[in-house]
């Protein structure tokens, strides 16, 4: 374990060398605020399967597991009392995640979703497998389009499941490998799932708790989704007809009479899923007006039933249900895309850390569970998104990185993003 020391700037960042369950043990009991972390997904052979494998996520030893039971009771020793945790994890690993985290002693509280549409598949070709396990040649019927040679990762062509694997379109040979065409072994991955936790309060109250240790709360205001749309309880300022009342608007199981309460303008409340602009795009395609799943003209003039659910009044032909009536779709959540090259690329020539993370969604993240003035921890820091994240966001951060290599890539981008502020 060796320690790299506090860089320079108003904010205190730490980054420390070494093995994360024995730097966490050097650091005080309820020393930090928030943890927000990256951890291995322990994307090995898929367990009972019967195979085995030295690394996870490309080949990667430190990616052979989720990090273990002891890590996390360490992570709850050094949070304060009622401080949240997130923790990212693989769509088929979380579970074994969360279930550490959770027999460590935290509270499981929330999952986020953050939902993207520039992942690619990695199926495996099971007509291609067929022909090869029978040893017969496919015939080239065209050029892959969005082959390697043709296109860039960063390029949305990149999600073709042939990407990067072969130049060429084959077509079956056999009769099975006819028969099994266009078969695969996996789904496009298009969303990871983040562990919102939270350490046991000491108080009574979670009020108390605040108070007493400044941990305990999530910073709902300052998480608000932006909107141009005048905001009250239920939706926008309208009615079943469409018109302005008064700055009221209809909500749920009402019957056409409008709300006396305004919700907070600087906002939409944040949710529990994170978007990125294409699938913001895909959302508002498919459900331009979220929860109003029947864009709700009545085609009965008789009471309840499909397209008014949980009405009293009867309604007639053509008037609009009032279920949720006018949300707007993706603007209802927060939009952040992967990271792009030239951002995993500041401060340095090449970032080769495969899982960089972007750093608005981690500057997200940091502000929605640490309180001002507060301590950001990172026990699996990689390229140090989160302590760029922490800084931009103006708190401490402390940082640990197992491998050396990886620990310089954050020095030098928390470093390039520091002259940038």
Not at 33 to 41: E, F, H, L, M
Not at 385 to 399: H, N, P, Q, S, V
Request: hydrophobic share 30%; proline share 5%.
């Amino acid at each position: 374990m060796s320690e790299v020391g506090s860089m320079s700037g108003k904010e205190s960042i730490q980054l420390k060398l070494g093995n994360c369950l024995d730097v966490l043990k050097t650091l005080p009991d309820n020393s930090v605020d928030s943890i927000v972390t990256d951890p291995p997904y322990g994307l090995s052979a898929a367990r009972n399967s019967g195979k085995s494998s030295k690394g996870g996520f490309m080949g990667k030893k430190w990616d052979y597991d989720v990090p273990s039971k002891e890590i996390w009771i360490e992570c709850l020793r050094v949070l304060k009392h009622g401080g949240h945790l997130l923790a990212f994890g693989g769509t088929r690993t979380y579970h074994r995640l969360v279930v550490q985290i959770e027999d460590a002693g935290f509270e499981i509280r929330d999952q986020i979703q953050w939902l993207y549409g520039t992942g690619f598949p990695k199926s495996h070709n099971i007509s291609k497998a067929i022909d090869k396990s029978a040893g017969v040649e496919r015939e080239v019927v065209g050029r892959n389009p969005n082959s390697r040679e043709k296109c860039d990762k960063s390029n949305t062509l990149y999600e073709s499941g042939t990407v990067g694997k072969t130049d060429y379109i084959t077509k079956p040979a056999t009769l099975e490998a006819k028969k099994w065409d266009g078969w695969g072994t996996a789904l496009k991955p298009a969303n990871e799932p983040i562990c919102l936790a939270r350490k046991p309060l000491k108080e009574k109250t979670i009020a108390a708790n605040v108070i007493e240790h400044g941990t305990g709360a999530l910073n709902i205001d300052g998480c608000r989704i932006e909107t141009d749309e005048k905001l009250v309880a239920g939706g926008p300022l309208r009615t079943n007809s469409g018109d302005e009342r008064n700055g009221a608007a209809l909500g749920m199981f009402q019957d056409g009479t409008p709300n006396t309460y305004k919700q907070n303008q600087s906002g939409r409340f944040p949710a529990n899923v994170i978007l990125d602009e294409e699938a913001g795009a895909i959302l508002d395609k498919q459900a331009p007006t979220v929860g109003n799943m029947m864009n709700v003209n009545r085609k009965t003039t008789t009471t309840g039933g499909t397209g008014n659910s949980w009405t009293t009044s009867s309604k007639n032909e053509g008037d609009s249900n009032g279920f949720y009536d006018g949300l707007g779709g993706a603007s209802r959540f927060f939009y952040c895309a992967k990271a792009s090259k030239s951002e995993r690329n500041t401060g340095l020539e090449q970032n080769n850390h495969p899982t960089v993370k972007p750093v608005k969604l981690m500057r997200y993240l940091c502000r929605l569970i640490t309180p001002p003035n507060g301590t950001v921890l990172d026990p699996f820091m990689g390229s140090g998104t989160t302590g760029i994240g922490a800084m931009l966001e103006r708190f401490d951060f402390i940082g640990i990185e197992m491998e050396e290599e990886y620990l310089k890539i954050a020095e030098a981008r928390i470093e390039a993003w520091k002259k940038l502020k």
